[in-house]
Structure formats: C-alpha cells, structure tokens
C-alpha cells in the first residue's frame, strides 16, 4: 500500500511526555493554564478525605477511653480544730467532689451559658464552634476556643498538664465522642465541675467556693458563681485579688455571664439587675508551716495507730477530721513559748526543745501541744518526739504508792544532806555501793538540810533523801507500778531505786496524761487528737476510749493532790498562785516542779481539777545527749529549774486557759495532826564502864516552835542547845532546824539549833525608768532586777504592736516596797486578731533535736 499522506485536517504536533508536575497545561493560554482540572480537584478531595477517615478511623479502634488520672479522683480532706474552725488540709489537690444535687442548679446552667451554650445538642465536639473560632481568630477577631465543655472535660480528667501538641489535640477530639457516647451529659458536666481549675489552688467549685467566698458550693449566690465561672478561662490573672487590672476583667466576665444566663432563661432580668460583684475573702492558702504543721503530723500518726488510715488515704479520699485542740489554748501556748528571747545577748540555744501539753482529765482529748516554732523549718516535735529526763516531777508516783501502802503523809523522815541510805545504792566500777545522796540546794553545800520533815513538806520542798527512803521502803517497783498504771508507758520507767528521781527520759505527751490522771483522782484516760472521721456521711472513725476507773486508788490520790498543793503554796511552784479565780483568790492548783543533774531539763507540772498542764525544756547536743540548759532572758544569771520558767510559762499560759472556767475544788482533806514529839524523860544513870560513851536521843518534831521550850527539851535530854540566829519569814524565836534531829548523840554535845530573828526590815526601791515602748520580756528582766515583782496584763492596742509595753503602775521611777508588785500593761495587738486556716499563729519556734535522757542523778526542784 502507498505511503499515506499526512491529513490537512489534523496536522501532526509533537507530543509532550506527562510527567508529575504538568503545569501549565497544554492547550490553556494565560492564567488557566495554572489551574487544576476538575479531575485533580476531585482526587485530591476524596484523597484527603479519604486521608481523614482513615485517620480517624485508626483513632478510634486505637484510642480507647482512658482511665481518670489518679488526682482527678482526690479528694482533700480536711482538718478541723475542736471548735469546727478549719485547722488544716491533706491533700494532693485541693478538691471536694460534690453531685449536681449538692450545688444550686444555677452553677451548672451558668457554666453551660458561658462555656458550652451548644452541650445539649452536639456529639461531643462541635464543628461549627471550631470553624467560627477558626475564622475569629484569622480574621482578627475576638480570640476563642472551639472546644467543647466536653472537650474541657476530657483534656482535665484523661490528659496530664501540659499535653497540648496537636496530636494531642486529636486525640481529645476522639476521646470527647466517645465519652460523649458512653457517659450522660449529666455525668459529663458534673464531672467538668468538680474537675476545672479556679485559682486559689482550689479544683471544682466545692473548692473554690470555700477558697473565695468561705461557703460551701451549696450556699453559693447567683453572683457569686457568676464570678467563678467567668474567671475559668485564666483564674491564675483574673482573681480580683491581683489587683484592679485584674478585678476589672474580673467585673467584665462576671456581667457577660449573667448576660448569657439571663438570655438562656437561667435567671431572670430582675435577677441580672439586682446582682452585685462579690467581694472574695483574703486568701488563706493552706500550709504546714507554724503550728499546724506539728498538729496534722500527730493526727496522721495517730489515725494510722487507731484508724488503719495512711497518708496516701489521708491525701485522697476527702475525709473529714475532727480534732481536741482548742485554738485559743494553742495560740496562748505559742505566745507563752515565744516568750523565750531567741536573739540577743540573753536568748536562748537554738538547740533549746520547749513542749507545753494540755490534756483534759475527763476523757484524755489533747486541748494544746506545743513542741517547736515553725514544722516547715523543723519537723522535729519536742512534745512527742523528744524526750528527757523528768526528774521530781516523778516523786508522785513514789508518794502514791506509799500512800496506797498504808503510810500517811504525817510520817516524818531525816531531810539532812548529804545522807548515806541504807539501801540507797549504785554501782561503781561493776561493784554495787552504797551511794551518798544530796538534796537539791546552795552549790557546794553539798545540798540542803531539812532536819526532820513530814511527807507534806517533803514533796512542797522536793527532798531527795526523804524521797529516796520512802522508795527504799516501799521499792522501786511500786513506784514503777503507779507510773505505769497513770499513763506513763512501761518503756520509759525502771524498777531502780533512782526511779523516784526521774532518772529514765519520757516524752511531755506522756507526763502530761499521767497528770491528768492526778487531776482525774486516780481515773486514767488515754491522751488523743483525733475525735472523728468522716466520708461524707458515713463516720469512718470515732474514738472510743473509755476512762479506767480507779487505775489509782481514789484515796492516796486525794492525799497525793494534797500534798502537791503544798508545791505551789509554800514550795518551788509558788508563781502559780497568780493563778487566780474571778473572785481574786488563787484557783485550787497542785503540781510538781522537776529538773535534773546539771539543769539538763527542768519542768512544771501541775493541774486544776479540769485541765492537766505540762510545760518543760530540755536543751539537746548534735549528738542527740543531752547538755545544760543555757540560762536566758531575765534567768540568764540563775540555773533554769522547774521553779523558774516552766513555771511561769505555766502560769502565764493558764491564764487564758482558765479565763471563763469555772472554779472547781479538789477533794476536800483534812491532813493529819503531825504526831507529838517525844516527851523528855529523866535519863537513868548510866550502868556501863568507865570507858564507854553514853548515848542520848534528840527529839524529833522540835522545828516551828519556840526557842524556849525547844532549848528545855534539848537540855532535858542531856545536850547542849547551841542557838544560832538566822533572818527568816518566820516569826522571831522559831525554830528553823535543829542539828541531828532524831538521832541518837553522844550525851553533852553542842547541838546547833537555828532560830529566826524574824523578817528583814522593809526595804525600798524605785520602778525602773525606760519600760514602757519597749518589749515585754526586757520589761519584766528589768523589774525584777529590781526586787520587784511583775504582774503582766494584756490589752488590744491599735497603737502599739503585739508584746509592747504600754504603762506601768505604778509609773516609772516611783518608789516602792521592796518586793511589791508592778502592773504592766502589755499590747496583745489590733482588738480582731483572728488567725489564717490552718495557722492559729504566726509565731516561729525553737528548733530542736533529739534529747535523750541520761544516766541516774539526784532529781530536784
């Protein structure tokens, strides 16, 4: 066939290759070259959507819903003090969850009319509200976010803080259509509110409710959760408490959601027009420093003992605790510890431990504990952790079993110093010995003679050596017994005869509860914090103890009471008769003073019939011994005793807590007629050989009468009476001690006799100048350098700060007595001194470390 010619219809053109990028396109001119057919527009369509879908797709069947983060759950609990004032929280997250139920049906409908006016109707997401934010916010419009309430939801309760890259993002978006499949919208949205974040550190609006308003949610106003919920989108800025800026923003997003919540039906326009800003509480965040800290410490170690309940439960679970602890009474315990100067030439060792307890007799509830300044710089607790040696304060226990045994507190024994005891012994270079025993007394006198004594005034003056006889007559292990059955655990007494002085550490918690004991007559309860614990309705704990009638024997504790009165009303705890009732006469008080071989501790204990006190200091070594007390403040030149600061902080302090008690006396007791000394009889003459030395007996019972008829009666007995004058309180001519009272003497001997030429004429001197202005403690050092006696008052003052002097009388420079009393008018701050939650006060304690008892020493005052 013949070639065929080419067509002069369609001219042959060369062809161009497609390739991947095939623009312009061929046959178009100009810009329509450049645009992309109908085909490549439908392709690249399905394809993404079909990129979409698959996606999607794998989201879905890979994501399932996650369980809640484990803080989503938690739940804080709260700490109460006894007069249901918030003490303080555990908590991971501030947060208490409460039903829609629980909450007005306002701050729900307010929440959907702000975040989410859509909720009810879309699947858990809401295309059109991402597109409108989408657009907003290109366009330069007012910035918005498109998710959902749902979405908010999900983000709080599945995602950690901080997951917001845009797979993220997706995710939450899968994640919200499904929650919103399987969970109600009811669900849905009580789950948002208990879960969103509202400043203040507070998580749902139970929180927040009481973080700015002190309300729970229930009692929240229309305006009042207008406010929380139009700071939720930035409750970190907008609080009003950052300012006026701030409370500003904070007014706008308040007034746009009563808007909104007028416009859906919510409220009414009445309602709108009526409302007024809220004004938020100061914000109290909740701490462990200061006190409250030592305080939430022992409920959680006591709940975990009593209740099973450990931190982690404690921290989660939302419960509600009830405590024993009297705010008042704890915040009088901090001022009375701040006393101590910690700065200056006169302050005390940092290392100093101060513990002042308060236990009440009738049921054991701890009412105060006090054992260091601030728990954040120190979570060591002077009052529960530390311990030291007791020293007299454990005499008691010994005249208790002594009287329980029979004996009365007539019974006179030798009080002279130093004294070897027949029994008394120690071991020395693994040898047990005999050990001489001194009384506590003038340094190198080798300690006070007490002459012959009875069991009143023996514990009123803390003689060891009459003390250490009875323990020997009844043994140590009586003594041991009745610490025991008062409270006092078995692990810190020993059945060794130096028992009797305190020798063995104990923990002031524990000595406090013995006390009570004391004050209880003889009932023993256990001390506790913690009264009750709830989850929500429902009483998870409640403390049970029952008081143990008669754990000591009603009648030896009625003399034992007795005889601790004497300490305060002739003895070392005398300051504690300023104690004093509303009629001006001294409260009933009985105690006991205690401190120990070189000063290393020294305590007051003492209680009324309704409150049982102990306040004590012991001084630690970075070892964890022990050391001698460093004097400080107005005792900065004098060994600190039981007779020196305990017991004025002691009595300091229970001025507040007695302020409005009623007066209650102890058992009324009638103590012995001490028995008639020895009548003088005519002293045979002597059958013996030349040689031998004829002995005589001095009467005993001979101090407190006159000189005149003690003489005879020295005389009669065939010695030599030696009369040495002595300025004494006591009338002129008394006798104040006589020599070898009691024992048997050679025949002739001088015998000293003691005799009181009467009290000191009346000296003066003048009121120190420079008090007032300055601080109380100066004040009173001050003073009593003076030979004076401060009687410190407390009156509000908006002119002067806390612990300021305000006046003396009388005034500065008067002259005075010698030993008369001066009143000083001390500023207790503004009249309305309230404390933040869970901080009673703002004072900031001694640090301390561990302080160990010691070996056995001669106890005291």
């Given at each position: 066939m013949a070639n065929r010619s080419p067509s002069p219809i369609w001219p042959q053109t060369p062809r161009r290759r497609r390739g991947v990028w095939n623009y312009p396109r061929p046959h178009r001119t100009g810009l329509r070259a450049w645009v992309p057919s109908w085909r490549v527009v439908v392709g690249t369509v399905l394809t993404g959507m079909s990129l979409v879908v698959g996606v999607f797709t794998a989201g879905w069947i890979g994501w399932a819903v996650p369980d809640e983060r484990k803080e989503v759950g938690s739940e804080t609990t709260t700490v109460y003090y006894a007069n249901n004032q918030v003490m303080g929280k555990f908590a991971a997250v501030d947060r208490t969850i409460?039903?829609?139920?629980?909450?007005?049906?306002?701050?729900?409908?307010?929440?959907?009319?702000?975040?989410?006016?859509?909720?009810?109707?879309?699947?858990?997401?809401?295309?059109?509200?991402?597109?409108?934010?989408?657009i907003s916010n290109v366009t330069g419009g007012a910035r918005q976010g498109g998710s959902t309430l749902t979405q908010q939801y999900v983000e709080n309760t599945y995602f950690e803080p901080g997951q917001t890259s845009y797979a993220d993002k997706f995710r939450e978006v899968i994640l919200a259509i499904k929650v919103d499949q399987e969970k109600s919208k009811d669900e849905i949205l009580e789950g948002y509110v208990n879960s969103i974040y509202l400043g203040r550190g507070a998580y749902g609006f139970e929180a927040a409710a009481k973080a700015y308003f002190d309300k729970p949610a229930a009692k929240l106003t229309i305006s009042e959760t207008a406010m929380l919920v139009g700071i939720i989108p930035s409750p970190s800025y907008w609080d009003p408490r950052f300012g006026e800026e701030s409370r500003a923003v904070a007014e706008q997003k308040w007034a746009r959601v009563l808007r909104n919540m007028a416009e859906q039906g919510v409220i009414s326009e009445e309602d709108r027009?009526?409302?007024?800003?809220?004004?938020?509480?100061?914000?109290?965040?909740?701490?462990?420093?200061?006190?409250?800290?030592?305080?939430?410490?022992?409920?959680?170690?006591?709940?975990?003992?009593?209740?099973?309940?450990d931190e982690d439960d404690l921290m989660n679970n939302g419960y509600e605790i009830h405590t024993t602890i009297n705010p008042k009474w704890q915040k009088a315990a901090v001022k009375t510890a701040n006393t101590i100067p910690t700065e200056g030439e006169a302050a005390a060792s940092k290392r100093l431990g101060v513990s002042i307890v308060s236990v009440d007799p009738k049921d054991g509830a701890i009412r105060a504990l006090y054992g260091g300044k601030n728990y954040e710089k120190n979570q060591y607790n002077a009052a529960t952790d530390g311990e030291a040696q007791p020293g007299s304060t454990f005499k008691p226990f010994t005249l208790i079993g002594a009287l329980e045994e029979g004996h009365e507190l007539n019974e006179y024994y030798s009080g002279n110093s130093p004294m070897q005891i027949p029994g008394w012994t120690d071991v020395v270079d693994g040898v047990e010995q005999e050990k001489e025993l001194t009384n506590f007394g003038p340094v190198g006198s080798g300690g006070e003679s007490f002459g012959d004594i009875d069991l009143i005034d023996a514990t009123a003056n803390s003689v060891n050596t009459v003390y250490a006889q009875l323990n020997v007559k009844i043994g140590p292990e009586k003594s041991q017994d009745v610490a025991i059955r008062a409270g006092i655990p078995k692990e810190s007494t020993n059945a060794t005869l130096s028992n009797v002085l305190g020798t063995e550490p104990v923990h002031a918690v524990d000595l406090a509860g013995a006390y009570a004991t004391f004050a209880a007559q003889g009932t023993r309860t256990e001390p506790h914090i913690v009264t009750s614990v709830k989850d929500g309705e429902q009483l998870r704990y409640e403390w049970s103890g029952m008081p143990q009638q008669g754990a000591i024997d009603p009648e030896a504790m009625t003399k034992a009471t007795y005889a601790m009165q004497q300490v305060v009303e002739k003895g070392s705890g005398t300051p504690a008769l300023e104690l004093l009732a509303p009629d001006g006469n001294p409260r009933p008080v009985a105690g006991k003073t205690g401190s120990t071989n070189d000063n290393k501790s020294a305590w007051f204990a003492g209680y009324t019939p309704q409150v049982a006190t102990v306040v004590g200091l012991y001084q630690s070594t970075e070892d964890g011994g022990q050391a001698p007390i460093t004097p400080f403040g107005e005792w900065a030149d004098v060994s600190l005793t039981g007779g020196t600061w305990p017991v004025w902080a002691w009595t300091d302090y229970m001025k507040t807590v007695t302020d409005g008690m009623e007066v209650q006396e102890f058992p009324a007791?009638?103590?012995?007629?001490?028995?008639?000394?020895?009548?003088?009889?005519?002293?045979?003459?002597?059958?013996?050989?030349?040689?031998?030395?004829?002995?005589?007996l001095i009467p005993a019972g001979l101090v407190g009468q006159q000189i005149t008829p003690v003489a005879a009666a020295l005389s009669n007995a065939g010695v030599n009476p030696v009369p040495v004058e002595s300025e004494s309180e006591y009338p002129e001519g008394t006798v104040l001690s006589v020599q070898h009272e009691g024992q048997e003497v050679k025949r002739g001997s001088d015998i000293r006799v003691e005799v009181s030429t009467g009290p000191a004429e009346e000296q003066t001197t003048r009121v120190p100048n420079g008090l007032i202005g300055g601080d109380e403690g100066n004040a009173r050092g001050k003073i009593q350098g003076a030979g004076l006696e401060p009687v410190v008052e407390y009156q509000a003052s908006e002119d002067y700060p806390e612990g300021v002097v305000i006046n003396v009388d009388p005034g500065e420079g008067s002259e005075v007595a010698a030993g008369s009393s001066v009143r000083v008018l001390v500023s207790s701050g503004p009249a309305d001194i309230g404390f933040p939650t869970g901080e009673p006060t703002d004072g900031d304690g001694n640090g301390n470390g561990n302080g160990n008892g010691g070996g056995g020493g001669n106890g005291s005052p």
């Open positions: 409460r039903s829609l139920d629980e909450m007005p049906p306002y701050v729900g409908a307010a929440v959907l009319a702000s975040e989410d006016q859509n909720f009810e109707n879309h699947m858990g997401v809401d295309p059109m509200g991402m597109a409108r934010a989408v027009a009526a409302a007024t800003f809220p004004e938020p509480v100061k914000y109290k965040p909740v701490s462990r420093a200061g006190q409250v800290g030592y305080l939430l410490e022992e409920v959680r170690k006591e709940l975990a003992d009593k209740a099973d309940l007791y009638e103590p012995p007629l001490p028995p008639a000394p020895p009548s003088p009889s005519p002293t045979p003459s002597p059958t013996i050989s030349d040689d031998a030395e004829e002995k005589v």
